[in-house]
């Protein structure tokens, strides 16, 4: 049997963004939708907190799950009341920590698609068989309790979930996460969630899955700083979970991955607990570029656009147009624009756009993705040809 490192595939979604910041570097005029990275400045509180711990010589170990200042922040900002808090460097080392925690060989964990692009590969490092449930298009490719249910086997230790969605920007409706919830409960299953998009929300109200009290015995539900406060270089995490789980998780940090990084302690702790509208504020500048893109993309080509209601992301259908690799490949080419195939997230046939740039960029490039499906690719058949 060939080792598990050896299966790995790399994150399809870094490679294009590295391919975009190489052709950058040439001299292209490239526009990198790609990364899901907030392009805005991080508040001031946070770069001022890192500049005093600099100057105080804070840049020792901190414990290995983080400071108690710091996880009694996390658990006021959060409303996290039940359960033991945990930091870690960056969301996406907590939900490996946690998937590698409950699942191992011989399981399986249920996984809506589309779905983040590292989900599948961390369920199988750990040894288990990621079990992969179609969303509904109908229900902006949700799924629903009547899907997991006939998916759920004796094997089935978990449902691994992303909620907002990367990379459709769908939303849960309460109702849908209590029945999912009720589902996990009835077959003892745990449920580990990412909300790192839960603050940008454009229309509704968020539902946390923390929400349902039945679900807080067997739910992990990772967060952090990168999406809310524009932090994801200074990778920092933050998650809840049962005791038991906790104390799992913490010992494999120990050893796996370390303490997270002190100044994005500091950077963290000052965030989460300034008086300042930060997050309205980037909602309301995701809002306006979100409601721009779609209709400048809306009124001039035939790819249909469908207005996400949290996140960052538009996810287009191109399959008109041939394969999404192909779509992509041939528009960085031709017009400098890149985007992430609907294939790096389980769902051939799409694209995803990050609009993570400034609106006039953000313009330029719906200009130049209508010109290229217009003029280069009028037929069904184009990409192919």
């Not at 109200?205 to 700083?225: C, I, M």
């Not at 051939?348 to 953000?362: D, I, M, S």
């Amino acid at each position: 049997m060939k080792a598990l490192c050896r299966q790995v595939t790399h994150s399809l979604t870094m490679a294009l963004d590295q391919q975009a910041r190489r052709l950058a570097a040439s001299g292209r005029d490239i526009i990198n939708l790609t990364a899901g990275q907030v392009d805005l400045p991080m508040p001031a509180e946070g770069k001022k907190a890192i500049l005093s711990a600099l100057e105080e010589d804070r840049t020792g170990y901190v414990p290995a799950t983080g400071s108690a200042e710091l996880k009694a922040a996390v658990r006021e900002r959060m409303g996290w009341k039940d359960g033991e808090i945990l930091i870690g460097a960056g969301a996406k080392p907590l939900m490996f920590e946690a998937i590698s925690c409950l699942c191992g060989a011989g399981d399986q964990v249920l996984l809506p698609t589309p779905c983040y692009t590292s989900y599948p590969e961390m369920i199988r490092l750990s040894g288990a068989e990621p079990v992969l449930i179609a969303g509904d298009r109908r229900r902006e490719f949700t799924v629903s309790a009547e899907d997991i249910k006939g998916c759920i086997t004796e094997r089935t230790k978990a449902l691994v979930l992303n909620h907002p969605v990367n990379p459709t920007g769908a939303v849960y409706d309460g109702a849908v996460l209590k029945g999912l919830v009720e589902v996990c409960a009835a077959h003892d299953l745990y449920i580990i969630v990412d909300e790192v998009y839960s603050a940008l929300i454009y229309e509704g109200e968020f539902v946390s899955v923390y929400a349902f009290p039945g679900a807080r015995e067997r739910l992990v539900l990772v967060n952090g700083a990168s999406k809310t406060y524009a932090m994801a270089g200074l990778r920092l995490g933050y998650a809840v979970a049962p005791a038991a789980v906790a104390e799992a998780m913490g010992a494999y940090q120990s050893h796996a991955v370390g303490c997270p990084c002190s100044l994005s302690e500091r950077a963290a702790l000052a965030v989460l607990t300034m008086q300042t509208g930060y997050e309205g504020e980037l909602v309301s500048v995701f809002r306006k570029r979100r409601d721009a893109l779609v209709e400048a993309l809306s009124h001039q080509i035939r790819i249909p656009v469908q207005r996400n209601r949290g996140a960052f992301y538009l996810w287009l259908d191109v399959s008109a147009w041939g394969d999404d690799m192909t779509f992509c490949r041939k528009l960085l080419a031709q017009e400098g624009v890149a985007l992430t195939p609907g294939s790096a997230f389980c769902w051939p046939g799409y694209v995803r756009l990050a609009y993570t740039k400034k609106e006039p960029q953000l313009l330029e490039a719906a200009a130049r993705i209508c010109r290229f499906v217009q003029l280069d690719h009028s037929s069904s058949s184009g990409c192919n040809s």
